[in-house]
């Protein structure tokens, strides 16, 4: 068993790019036939960006994996192997049994900010997502897994980001007009084999933003 919370993760891809992988192991080592692969994850999609949704559920249908989309994990009996899961839509639960379970853990925002007068309700900071300057505090800047910037956690969105608030953050010691806007963009390298992958790349408006001359959904 696989899982994936209901919170946000750093890098929204990684819960599932080690499940591929497991998954091509067992293939390689003949122990395929003898695993129940399951991906147990509080996300509605595969993905939150079509392109690449489409592709993903392809993967793990053909390749046999059991997903159940909106189930967050709950409980663990160590002991028996036993895993309990909430099915966010009904609020019921169910448990499975597993031999193996890998589990990607909640997180959230670091207590120094989340008590702070620079969260918002989330405990995040509080940024205009473009910008990247704080609502309430114009000398006050944040980006990456501290922010509220509705994006993914990713290097890829931090490398982005830094330019903007380095620049407005200098137009602002200079009393100067903010010019410089970041768009969402980020990207989540999703391995899902020992040799295939896909590069997703979008922004703020789950639209894809490639990089490469090619289909980068494609495997």
């Given at each position: 068993i696989f899982t994936h919370p209901n919170t946000a993760v750093k890098c929204g891809g990684a819960p599932m790019k080690i499940m591929f992988l497991a998954e091509d192991y067992f293939r390689k080592h003949n122990m395929r036939n003898q695993a129940n692969v399951i991906f147990e994850t509080a996300k509605p999609a595969m993905f939150e960006v079509d392109k690449y949704k489409k592709p993903l559920e392809r993967i793990v249908e053909e390749r046999g994996i059991n997903v159940d989309?909106?189930?967050?994990?709950?409980?663990?009996?160590?002991?028996?192997?036993?895993?309990?899961?909430?099915?966010?839509?009904?609020?019921?639960?169910?448990?499975?049994?597993?031999?193996?379970?890998?589990?990607?853990?909640?997180?959230?925002?670091?207590?120094?900010?989340?008590?702070?007068?620079l969260a918002d309700d989330a405990g995040w900071v509080d940024i205009d997502p473009t910008t990247m300057q704080h609502k309430t505090y114009n000398n006050v800047f944040s980006l990456g897994d501290a922010s509220n910037s509705p994006t993914s956690k990713t290097g890829a969105a931090i490398r982005k980001q830094a330019p903007v608030v380095v620049n407005n953050l200098l137009q602002v010691m200079n009393q100067e007009m903010l010019t410089h806007h970041y768009d969402g963009y980020t990207s989540c390298p999703i391995v899902t084999s020992y040799n295939t992958m896909m590069l997703a790349e979008f922004d703020y408006n789950k639209k894809p933003r490639e990089t490469m001359p090619f289909n980068q959904a494609k495997e």
């Open positions: 989309y909106q189930h967050h994990l709950i409980a663990i009996d160590g002991e028996q192997r036993k895993a309990t899961f909430e099915n966010l839509q009904t609020g019921e639960t169910k448990t499975l049994d597993y031999e193996m379970l890998h589990v990607t853990p909640p997180m959230g925002p670091l207590d120094v900010v989340k008590n702070s007068a």
